[in-house]
């Protein structure tokens, strides 16, 4: 049982290069979420999705997009990065009303 | 909108120490109530998960409390050690009308250290 795995753990990209951050969950929890945290600002929720094939915006969007096309996973891609995207990304699940159980990151540095 | 401040940002203590992390927020509509370890360059660890209708949870030595009313909650670790050093979160989720999404609002963190 591997919880929530996220890949790739480092990434540097150019400014205007585009990627995708995949996050995996074993648990068959029904809510997913995708979020930045950044020095003095805290996490803060970027994308969410409450069951496959459905997502919404969180607090920070702008620049991102996600999907959901199986319950398992959660994408979260960057069309064209921005050096304001640097930060570490977590993904995190969870089963309706309870506990989120988070990935172990990914560090993003964009140039 | 639903603030979350976690006082001090940063904490040193001897070993053998009992202490105590705030975390306060702005709007008492709180479903539940979750406090986070993050190691340095690692994800978080939930250690425990207060719902809005209990008063505290315990784990070993750690122990939570939550107040609603006061909009307070407070992380009690006893006897602290050396591998207690780590960035404690906590999170409070909003309360859960229709169309439920499960968002947590997150503190800053206090940056704890236990010395030998």
């Known amino acids: 049982n591997a919880g929530v795995t996220q890949t790739p753990k480092f990434r540097v990209l150019k400014t205007g290069q585009s990627m995708t951050l995949l996050c995996a969950q074993d648990?068959?929890?029904?809510?997913m979420y995708w979020y930045r945290q950044d020095p003095g600002m805290g996490l803060r929720l970027i994308h969410y999705s409450v069951g496959e094939g459905t997502t919404a915006k969180g607090e920070v969007p702008d620049g991102y997009n996600v999907s959901r096309l199986k319950k398992q996973n959660f994408l979260l891609g960057l069309e064209s990065a921005a050096p304001s995207q640097t930060s570490v990304y977590f993904c995190?699940?969870?089963?309706?009303?309870?506990?989120?159980?988070f990935g172990p990151g990914t560090r993003l540095t964009v140039l | 909108k639903q603030e979350v401040t976690q006082i001090p940002a940063a904490l040193s203590v001897p070993e053998g120490e009992n202490l105590v992390l705030n975390c306060s927020f702005t709007?008492?509509?709180?479903?539940?109530l979750q406090w986070f370890r993050q190691d340095p360059g690692k994800g978080l660890t939930s250690l425990l998960l207060i719902q809005s209708s209990q008063r505290e949870q315990t784990s070993g030595r750690l122990n939570a409390s939550l107040d609603k009313s006061s909009g307070r909650s407070t992380l009690y670790i006893a006897a602290s050690q050396p591998g207690d050093s780590a960035t404690y979160l906590c999170a409070v989720k909003k309360e859960n009308y229709g169309g439920a999404t499960n968002k947590l609002i997150f503190g800053t963190g206090t940056l704890l250290a236990v010395q030998p």
């Open positions: 995190a699940s969870s089963s309706t009303s309870l506990a989120q159980f």
């Open positions: 648990m068959n929890h029904e809510y």
């Open positions: 709007d008492s509509a709180i479903y539940n």
